[in-house]
């Protein structure tokens, strides 16, 4: 079903071109959008004093004009339409459009929310470790945002390939295997296991020592050319390094319910040389100091020189850039991408807008219509408004933050929730940590910084994963305290009776989902989700203040409102990765 706001925008659209053909629409746009107070409708048009400078015509006047024109058309979906102040139009829906679209939701397995007219191919590129390192705070934005992202392009009828772009390859490899081959050879004999915690120590001490002694420094350089080389020993004791980092990633995911395929950088290792090949017969390359370079429009360093991107080092190396490269040639022309998004720190922001342009500039985009999106994001912050730390210092692993967030939550269980079992307790303290986790993160804009709280995202009050969850609970305590089947009443398809304010708030806002979605598809903002959740929750704690549900005449209209709420709230829940509970 098409959202009320495409609608409006095409009527308004309509009306334009049919009384002011000569507006451009496309340099002009017109602009719909939610009221800010209900009291002024439900929707406005605000580009009426846009106009003005075009039409040279007062803006209360071209709004008259508009209203006219829409009145005559009669369209069923629109109560009224008033025109406030200067020139606004203020867009009241009918309620009986409202009653239908609740309705639907119910019937409905996308809850009213239309597919994309053209089914596309997503490729979405997030998280992205490095071996033989933990992960760390950092890497929590990262993969929460992209795979809520993935999620909301899946539901809107997308194809979605979640990539995971671990660094498993590089001269950091030589210097581990050079230690291990020394310190730990059993294993890389396989004759004994570890774990990543061992790989972490190994490899700071494997850098220690390249530092302070040559010897170790030459062994270290030879074991990354017989790794380079394809020699078998040195691919063995590769693949062990990375299964057992990758091991230690998967609890992670499995922890945070992200599902990705591995393609690490290592797998555009054999694309790498024709890719320099395939530049520099397009005369791209440009040699500097020995290295081989791209020089982009618009890209200076701090001096006011032009930056250069390199491809290849004046030793012959590869690096991220040309593997970067590969990469997107890879994903536009192998994999059929319509869409490249890219989610990391802001701090590669410059590195993506070089890639992007380089890729366009050596035709690599062709007459293919691919997007491409860098989405970035700030710092998670402690409290002292500095990058968040362990109380030594150190970087948080992102293990033990989620394992606190599990731990404090059950804490707070125990204290409301006596009467469950041990594992009821467990399995909703572990509900309630990581999903207050990621939604104290999502719910920011993610191009900003943002101060992490365990306690003021385990709260149950304000814009909290815990009261969502628990608005969804509440729900479900009002469908079993009715002794009435919901099922049965959908089937009946009885009408909505849409007649107190806080009815008419809370239908309005359930016929909003597929917009709100549309919105951060095309944005890549999961907070405009997060915040419409959060209204949602605060418009159904509005009507269950107001309207009596139990015994009342309207029981059964109301218990549909119901259900329709409990149904959108918890797939926009689903799609930001938090699982609801039945009780809490």
């Known amino acids: 079903m098409k959202s009320l706001i495409a609608l409006i925008q095409n009527d308004f659209e309509t009306a334009c071109h049919a009384l002011f053909p000569s507006v451009n629409q496309e340099e002009i746009p017109l602009e719909i959008t939610v009221s800010t107070q209900e009291k002024f409708g439900h929707y406005q048009f605000n580009s009426a004093m846009k106009l003005t400078k075009i039409l040279q015509t007062n803006p209360r006047k071209i709004a008259e004009q508009f209203v006219d024109y829409l009145n005559q058309k009669k369209i069923p979906y629109i109560e009224k339409l008033e025109i406030a102040g200067p020139g606004f139009i203020n867009i009241y829906l009918n309620p009986k459009e409202l009653s239908e679209r609740v309705n639907y939701i119910l019937h409905d397995s996308k809850l009213g929310v239309s597919s994309n007219n053209s089914h596309k191919k997503i490729i979405i590129d997030f998280s992205s470790p490095n071996t033989a390192k933990e992960m760390h705070v950092g ?147 440009v040699v500097s100091y020995g290295a081989k370079c791209l020089y982009l429009d618009g890209f200076i360093n701090r001096e006011g020189q032009p930056l250069p991107l390199m491809v290849q080092k004046s030793d012959g190396g590869f690096n991220y850039d040309t593997t970067d490269m590969a990469a997107i040639k890879h994903r536009i022309f192998d994999e059929k991408a319509d869409r490249l998004i890219y989610v990391t720190d802001a701090g590669q922001s410059t590195h993506f807008q070089m890639i992007f342009q380089a890729a366009k500039k050596a035709g690599f985009l062709n007459d293919k219509k691919v997007e491409l999106d860098h989405v970035p994001f700030g710092l998670v912050l402690g409290s002292d408004g500095k990058k968040f730390k362990t109380r030594s210092g150190d970087t948080e692993r ?65 814009n909290t994963a815990a009261f969502l969850m628990y608005a969804y609970v509440r729900i479900n305590g009002i469908k079993k305290k009715v002794n009435q ?18 009815e008419l708030a809370l239908a309005f806002y359930l016929t909003r989902f597929g917009e709100v979605l549309d919105s951060v598809a095309k944005d890549l903002l999961p907070n405009r989700l997060a915040d419409y959740l959060y209204g949602l929750s605060e418009k159904f704690n509005a009507f269950f203040r107001d309207c009596r549900v139990e015994g009342d005449l309207q029981q059964n209209s109301r218990l549909l409102l119901c259900e329709a709420t409990a149904r959108v709230l918890k797939q926009g829940l689903y799609l930001l990765g938090l699982q609801t509970v039945e009780k809490m």
């Open 139 to 285: 890497h929590l934005r990262s993969t929460i945002i992209g795979d809520s992202l993935a999620r909301i392009f899946e539901f809107l009828g997308n194809d979605v390939l979640r990539l995971n772009h671990i660094g498993d390859w590089g001269t950091a490899f030589g210097m581990l295997i050079a230690y291990m081959k020394e310190e730990a050879s059993d294993v890389l004999n396989g004759k004994q296991d570890t774990d990543l915690s061992h790989l972490v120590t190994w490899y700071k001490k494997s850098k220690e020592k390249f530092d302070t002694d040559p010897v170790f420094k030459k062994k270290s350089q030879q074991e990354v050319v017989a790794l380079q080389g394809g020699n078998k020993d040195s691919l063995r004791a590769w693949e062990i390094i990375c299964t057992i980092s990758e091991k230690a990633y998967q609890e992670i995911y499995d922890l945070l319910d992200v599902h990705l395929v591995t393609r690490g950088e290592s797998f555009y290792n054999p694309m790498l040389k024709d890719i320099i090949t395939e530049l520099e017969q397009k005369n791209l390359i």
């Open 398 to 462: 992102l293990k033990d933050l989620l394992t606190t967030a599990i731990d404090k939550a059950l804490i707070l269980v125990k204290e409301r929730n006596h009467e469950m079992s041990e594992e009821e307790q467990s399995q909703l303290a572990k509900a309630l940590g990581i999903g207050a986790v990621k939604y104290a993160d999502l719910s920011c804009n993610r191009i900003g910084d943002y101060v992490f709280s365990y306690d003021k995202m385990l709260k149950f009050e304000g």
């Open 485 to 502: 089947s919901v099922d049965q009443l959908i089937e009946q398809k009885l009408p909505i009776i849409l007649e107190h304010p806080s």
